[in-house]
Every structure is written in structure tokens, then in C-alpha cells.
């Protein structure tokens, strides 16, 4: 049982595919077993979720991460050594508790996350079992449908769209392999339309495109056409994932919408008839902060309104 304590845990400043700094995590056992893992950065984050420790300074912007790694190095490497990897929350909870804030802003969530994924995976590796069999138990055989961002606005992109991501859900597919064909292959079609049409096919700083177009609706349109002109069919071989970010359209003071970029000013009922609108003409399956984080009054809403048929995602809401 020695043999699965922790040794080490070492913190270190990578780079994520925006260029921007962020904290990878390596976790070596007694046994030798080692795993790293690394936390991602988002381009809007929620008011509530908790401190990603960022520098300051001149350095990178001030989106340096050396502070959160070495919180790594000096104080959660001690208070993980040599204990059990394979007992997650008993390391989940000793961070936490090194930290004693509400947000994690002490240790950096970035710092805590990155831990945390390395010892999971370092436990998973002692075992000899697979990462997802290891979280999953003896239930875990089937993959997940993966959602594929391919169209950027808001806060991802520098153009006019204000919703932030149009992603597609490949669920007609058998197989894993079978879902990134169908994806790649609308992926590139898109492209292919885009062009067609004389817009910019630039992308995003996650990688979908983010042409300027007639309105966020017509965002879906080209969604639409390039499934169909890829060969498959809108609604039963792919839905459509939205990721809103409308906790940035939200005025506190008046109590409705304003989009950035259009300039468009929505009551809470007008956004919420808006994606009503959007659920009812396309096959809009997720729908991911559709109204901001303080508002519950629109979440509920929007509940009432396509809580039935559309799976409602509160990202900034309940973090």
C-alpha cells in the first residue's frame, strides 16, 4: 500500500492555445508512477466562480500563473506528501482547507484543479485501469457524444455575433471515430460555405469560425446548410449546442439585455422568446447560460419556456 503514497507534486507555467499562461500539475507516486495534468482558461468567466490566480504585473499582461505554481511547490506538495492517491477526497479536502476561502483565491483554483486531475490520473495509472474506468467504476463503457465549438462570437472572436459558441452534437453516430468524421466533415464544409459566400473564414480563439453574418440567427442557418451539404441530416444526425455567455448582456441596473455588439436591448422576456424562437426552427439541443447569473427570475423563465425539450446549462449560475 506504500507504494501509492505521494512523493512529490511539482507546479510549472504552461501555455494554453490562446498564448496565454496557465498550470500544469505533475504528481509522482513512490512507485515511480507519475501523471500530469493541466487546467484550462476561459475568455469570460462567471462573477461567483472561483479565483483563478492570475500575476499581475507587466509580465504577460498580467495573466502570469507563477504565484499559482508556487503555492504548488511550497505549500500543497507538504501537505500532500505521502498521502494515499487513490483517497480523492481526502486530497480535495486538504486543499481546500489550506486554503480557507470561500473562492480559493489563497492557493489559486487553477493551482487546486491541477493538482487534483494529476493525482486522479496518477491514481488511475498505480491501478493499471483506464482514466475513465478509474472515475467511472465498472459502469463506465460508453463515450460521451462529443460537442464540437465551430462557429465563434462574443468574447472568442472580433466579430459581430454576440452569442459566444455555435457548437454541433453529432448523435446519430455508432461509434466515437464516426462522431469526428461527421464533425470534421461539417466542420469543413462550413468552411467551404463561407467562402462561398465571400465571409472571413479566420477563427476564433477556439478554433471556430467567426465570420461577420447577418445576425446570430444566421449563424444557425449556416449551421444547417453545412450539415446538409456534408451529407447528413439537421435534427437526426446532428443537434446543435449553444453557448450564450449572457451574463455579459446583462444591465443589473435596468434589468434587461444588452448586447455588445449589436447594441440590441432585450427585456428578459424578449431573450427568452428569442431562443424560444431559435429552439422551435432548429435542433437546439443544449443551451448554455441563456440568461446571466443573477438572473433566476429569466431562468425561470426560460425553464418554463424550453425546459422540456432543450437542456439548459447553467455554467456562471450554479458554480
Known amino acids: 500500500m506504500d507504494q501509492e503514497r505521494i512523493e512529490s507534486v511539482m507546479g510549472r507555467q504552461i501555455f494554453d492555445s490562446r498564448g496565454n499562461p496557465t498550470v500544469e500539475a505533475c504528481v509522482t507516486l513512490r512507485d515511480g508512477t507519475q501523471a500530469c495534468a493541466s487546467v484550462p482558461s476561459g475568455a469570460s468567466t462567471g462573477m461567483y466562480e ?143 460555405t463561407l467562402k462561398e459566400r465571400g465571409l472571413s473564414t479566420t477563427v476564433g480563439d477556439e478554433g471556430g469560425y467567426a465570420p461577420n453574418l447577418d445576425s446570430d440567427e444566421d449563424a444557425l442557418k449556416a449551421l444547417v446548410a453545412a450539415m446538409e451539404k456534408a451529407g447528413y441530416k439537421p435534427g437526426e444526425d446532428f443537434k446543435i449546442a449553444i453557448d450564450a455567455a449572457s451574463s455579459e448582456w446583462w444591465d443589473e441596473e435596468q434589468k434587461c439585455y444588452i448586447q455588445p455588439k449589436s447594441g440590441k436591448k432585450l427585456t428578459q422576456q424578449q431573450l427568452v422568446n428569442m431562443w424560444k424562437k431559435f429552439a422551435d426552427n432548429y435542433p437546439i439541443i443544449s443551451l448554455e447560460d441563456g440568461m446571466a447569473e443573477t438572473d433566476w427570475e429569466g431562468w425561470a423563465m426560460l425553464t418554463k419556456a424550453i425546459g422540456d425539450r432543450v437542456q439548459l446549462v447553467g455554467d456562471d449560475l450554479f458554480v
Open 50 to 192: 472561483a479565483c483563478e490566480l492570475r500575476d499581475g504585473g507587466e509580465a504577460y499582461g498580467g495573466k502570469g500563473v507563477q504565484q499559482a505554481v508556487d503555492n504548488i511547490n511550497a505549500h500543497i506538495c507538504g501537505a500532500l506528501n505521502d498521502m494515499l492517491v487513490t483517497n480523492q477526497q481526502a486530497i480535495d479536502t486538504a486543499m481546500c482547507a489550506i486554503d480557507g476561502t470561500e473562492n480559493k483565491s489563497r492557493l489559486g483554483a487553477n493551482a487546486i484543479l491541477a493538482v487534483s486531475l494529476a493525482c486522479a490520473k496518477a491514481a488511475a495509472r498505480f491501478c493499471g485501469m483506464p482514466f475513465y474506468r478509474y472515475l467511472g467504476g465498472v459502469n463506465a463503457v460508453t463515450l460521451p457524444v462529443p460537442m464540437l465549438n465551430i462557429l465563434n462570437g462574443g468574447a472568442h472572436a472580433s466579430n459581430n455575433m454576440d452569442i459566444q459558441e455555435f457548437m454541433i452534437f453529432p448523435v446519430g453516430a455508432e461509434s466515437f471515430s464516426q462522431a469526428m468524421r461527421m464533425a470534421i466533415e461539417t466542420y469543413a464544409q462550413l468552411g467551404k
